[in-house]
T-cell receptor, first 112, second 112 residues
Framework: GESVGLHLPTLSVQEGDNSIINCAYSNSASDYFIWYKQESGKGPQFIIDIRSNMDKRQGQRVTVLLNKTVKHLSLQIAATQPGDSAVYFC???????????FGKGTMLLVSP | DAGVIQSPRHEVTEMGQEVTLRCKPISGHNSLFWYRQTMMRGLELLIYFNNNVPIDDSGMPEDRFSAKMPNASFSTLKIQPSEPRDSAVYFC??????????FGQGTRLTVV
């Protein structure tokens, strides 16, 4: 029979463009958020995190924005490169709990 | 540190056979997680340990699945008997005190 898989949202960009990947979370008590990158055949890799006492945090070429009012998280990648092509997951955590809850992921495709 | 180490990287087994997946977490981390990733369901938490003690195994699909953590540097996930629907990539991850989880490279399990 036909297999039905997750239909990941896909963002296609050109090399050099800026990319914005969005994530909505549901638990208003979550106070720690992480973005992971997963390349084909590899495990998720930590990119950047943010705690709820901040609304913006910057890393190298990446920026995470947190809007607690609407429970929204975004990852901005500046000057996107072909090596950025991967699936990106947001994850949330509530203080006192060790587990992370992962979103479904967004596939980023970067064309040279 | 070499990161989270999983073995084997690939496992192909026949239906009904016992499968054991192994994980060595990052030294000093006190939380260990087993995840399963499939196209259908994405990344699912199966079980997690805190200080070698299983805290939440509500994600374990059924009694055929079991996990142990005999010491701080080793964990196993066992499936007995295995079924074709268990085919997936199984990830182990570890973290310290609820901070970001670091993932291993995963074990790709195929049950035929």
């Amino acid at each position: 029979g036909e297999s039905v898989g997750l239909h990941l949202p896909t963002l296609s960009v050109q090399e050099g463009d800026n990319s914005i990947i969005n994530c909505a979370y549901s638990n208003s008590a979550s106070d720690y958020f992480i973005w992971y990158k997963q390349e084909s055949g590899k495990g998720p890799q930590f990119i950047i995190d943010i705690r709820s006492n901040m609304d913006k945090r910057q890393g190298q070429r990446v920026t995470v924005l947190l809007n607690k009012t609407v429970k929204h998280l975004s990852l901005q990648i500046a000057a996107t490169q072909p090596g950025d092509s991967a699936v990106y997951f947001c994850a949330e955590n509530e203080s006192g709990y060790s587990t992370l809850t992962f979103g479904k992921g967004t596939m980023l495709l970067v064309s040279p | 540190d070499a990161g989270v180490i999983q073995s084997p990287r690939h496992e192909v087994t026949e239906m009904g056979q016992e499968v054991t997946l192994r994980c060595k977490p990052i030294s000093g981390h006190n939380s260990l997680f087993w995840y399963r990733q499939t196209m259908m369901r994405g990344l699912e938490l199966l079980i997690y340990f805190n200080n070698n003690v299983p805290i939440d195994d509500s994600g374990m699909p059924e009694d055929r699945f079991s996990a142990k953590m005999p010491n701080a540097s080793f964990s196993t996930l066992k499936i007995q008997p295995s079924e074709p629907r268990d085919s997936a990539v199984y990830f182990c991850a570890s973290s310290l005190m609820g901070n970001e989880a670091f993932f291993g490279q995963g074990t790709r399990l195929t049950v035929v």
